[in-house]
């Protein structure tokens, strides 16, 4: 059972409250990290405190590992454990973030479980040209080179790839929604996908990312004067990975998009390539059984992360995570890393609940 004790940065006067204070009022506790993740991090040592209490012996070890540096990086937290005390964090499986349930108008709809995630990888492309004085303007501009090249990222799509993990969440968020829209989920499961089905979910942030491998441009640089042609101009491409993706074949395909052999355009590095955790029968139905008998009627839905979490190191070290917490968020109001993050009361205990009832249920 791991969760990360560190939270994403916050400006203090971004808010409405003090994002390093814990607040609250009838409904929510607010405060960063208060869904990401210190209530699973809470929730967990209290469930340890309430297993010791009642005097119940699992049939398996019960792991909790609290860590720091899962925003950052992760070096000092899971990375760390792996690397120098791997025997501490050895399991069968791991619980994690990445898994929420989901709110319409205020009832439950769906308990997701993170099965896999993207992996993040840094991409540079880079214009150069001899420059010259800005009263002389040229075609050759390293700027306007640069610029065309992240207009074709821009307007470029990476193919449709759907693991076996995204096929039965598309399936299952065909079961929760209705109309068209429903149709649309189950039209991504036929080969080929409708055209007009697929662009409608594509036009999607949330759903399009995990459709498929994406880019885009997130840190610009140019210019070294302003009475000067520019010399260079260099972009940061972050690209967010399907698991299993190879980072060569994707640079192979970006240097074909920019189309342009006089820019450069480098693997700067990222995550390593990560396969998802099974997707076991003991998991699925562990997860299943708590929430029909704590949340009757509502679908469990397997899920792909769009960003990263500890769970990816746990998974190139053999370890099977799933992301799972019962607690229960606003589909459409999630505040995670955003401004006065905040998390139901109600959620918060009937996330202690779940995961005290989940953790017995996979150890009998």
């Known amino acids: 059972m791991m969760a990360h004790l560190d939270v994403v ?43 010791k209490r009642e005097g119940y012996v699992p049939d398996r070890d019960f792991v909790v590992a609290l860590t720091s540096d899962e925003e950052s990086g992760g070096s000092n ?22 898994g929420y349930g989901l709110l319409q108008d205020g009832q439950p709809l769906a308990n997701t479980i993170q099965i896999a995630e993207k992996i993040y990888a840094t991409f540079r492309v880079t214009a150069k040209n001899p420059g010259g ?40 968020q065909a079961e929760i929604n209705t109309g068209e829209r429903a149709a ?23 759903i399009n990312a995990q459709l498929r491998t994406t880019a885009v441009a997130t840190l610009l640089e140019g210019g070294h004067a ?16 399907l698991p299993g993706s190879d980072p060569q074949e994707v640079l192979a395909t970006l240097i074909a998009v920019v189309d342009n052999p006089d820019l450069l355009v480098e693997y700067r590095g990222g995550g390593s390539i990560t396969d998802p955790s099974p997707l076991s029968e003991e998991i699925m139905s562990a997860v299943e059984t708590v929430t029909e008998a704590m949340w009757p009627g509502t679908t469990v839905m397997p899920t792909m992360s769009t960003g990263a979490t500890d769970g990816a190191r746990m998974r190139r070290a053999g370890i ?45």
């Open 9 to 51: 940065t916050a400006e203090r006067a971004d808010w409405n409250l003090d994002p390093f204070v814990l607040n609250e009022d009838d409904e929510y506790y607010y405060g960063r990290g208060t869904i990401d993740d210190k209530a699973m991090g809470a929730i967990f040592i209290a469930n340890l405190i309430r297993f």
């Open 77 to 98: 937290g899971i990375g760390w454990l792996l690397e120098n005390h791997p025997g501490l964090i050895q399991g069968a499986l791991a619980i994690n973030e990445g």
């Open 133 to 172: 004085h800005s009263s002389l303007p040229r075609d050759d501009n390293a700027i306007y080179d640069l610029a065309e090249a992240l207009l074709n990222i821009r307007d470029f799509k990476f193919p449709v790839e759907l693991n076996d993990v995204m096929r039965v969440s598309f399936q299952r």
């Open 184 to 206: 649309d989920f189950r039209a991504l499961l036929e080969t080929p996908i409708p055209q007009d089905s697929l662009d409608r979910l594509s036009a999607e942030a949330a």
């Open 226 to 241: 302003p009475n000067a042609l520019p010399q260079s101009a260099v972009a940061n491409v972050n690209v967010r990975m």
């Open 320 to 364: 099977p995570t799933y992301g799972t917490s019962g607690l229960f968020v606003d589909r459409n109001d999630m505040r995670i890393h955003g401004q006065d993050e905040r998390l139901l009361k109600e959620s918060l205990y009937g996330g202690y609940e779940f995961l005290y009832s989940l953790a017995k249920e996979l150890s009998e």
